[in-house]
């Protein structure tokens, strides 16, 4: 076992080694730091919207409308229609003129006529014999069955013993014209006018109105307004009916339910 005396001694060795670590570590440089600098993250700033900015608009304060005024009703296209003059079921055929040629015929079946046009341009109509008319509304109901293009179809007017007349024509592709044949002299008063008051093509059944009143002729399709002329040259006559082919192809066209109205004065 170490005596007392060399434990003492190993103390103080320790002691004096302890105390010289302390002084030199004093005397020594302090160490430079060799990690990068980091800078510091940028501060987001946003933006203060403008005045003129409004995220919410207000809503405004609600202020009652006025109850909308009842317009006025469309103005009557045909006054004055009074009592029937006639009705036609078409079961007569003493009252038409009937005709049969290579290009088509004019023919009654039940309780219609039918014109029917073979595969040549052709123009084919029908008179009715009786009764003469100056003022009237009268109705017919045409239904084509083969019918395509510019074919056409519809009514003759105020038909004279000279054969002036008024041509209310209907196209298969939709459009509505008048023409009118007088002292030998065509003419269009109404050009090519698409109607949009029938479907195009066929089959189909399409209803006929003339409001005829002096010099004024107005004319509806389906009890649709059309358009209307002033006119004094044929004051009168008599009611047919017509259909025209305008290409290499079949057309038939057939009218029933004729009727016709006096015009109050």
Wanted: net charge negative.
């Amino acid at each position: 076992m170490f005596s007392r005396d060399i434990l003492h001694q190993l103390g103080l060795m320790c002691l004096f080694f302890l105390c010289l670590a302390v002084l030199l570590s004093a005397c020594l440089p302090t160490p430079t730091s060799t990690l990068p600098t980091i800078s510091p993250t940028p501060e987001v700033i946003f933006e203060t919207p403008t005045s003129t900015f409004v995220w919410f608009p207000p809503t405004p304060t609600f202020t009652p409308y006025p109850l909308p005024t009842a317009p006025d009703p469309t103005p009557d296209q045909r006054p004055g229609i009074g009592e029937v003059i006639f009705v036609d079921d078409f079961s007569d055929p003493d009252t038409w003129i009937l005709e049969s040629t290579e290009s088509g015929s004019v023919a009654f079946g039940k309780n219609e006529l039918t014109i029917a046009i073979q595969d040549a341009k052709a123009y084919l109509y029908s008179i009715r014999n009786e009764p003469y008319l100056d003022n009237f509304y009268t109705e017919i109901t045409a239904s084509p069955t083969l019918c395509e293009d510019k074919d056409e179809f519809g009514m003759l007017l105020r038909v004279t013993p000279n054969l002036d007349f008024y041509r209310f024509s209907l196209s298969c592709d939709g459009y509505v014209r008048l023409d009118r044949l007088s002292g030998g002299q065509a003419s269009s008063p109404q050009p090519w006018l698409q109607s949009g008051a029938y479907p195009p093509g066929a089959p189909n059944v399409i209803r006929l109105g003339v409001w005829a009143n002096g010099n004024e002729l107005r004319f509806f399709i389906n009890d649709q307004y059309q358009f209307a002329i002033q006119d004094p040259l044929i004051p009168g006559g008599l009611l047919g009916v017509f259909a025209r082919s305008t290409g290499g192809h079949p057309l038939t066209i057939n009218f029933s339910d004729l009727a016709v109205y006096e015009i109050a004065p």
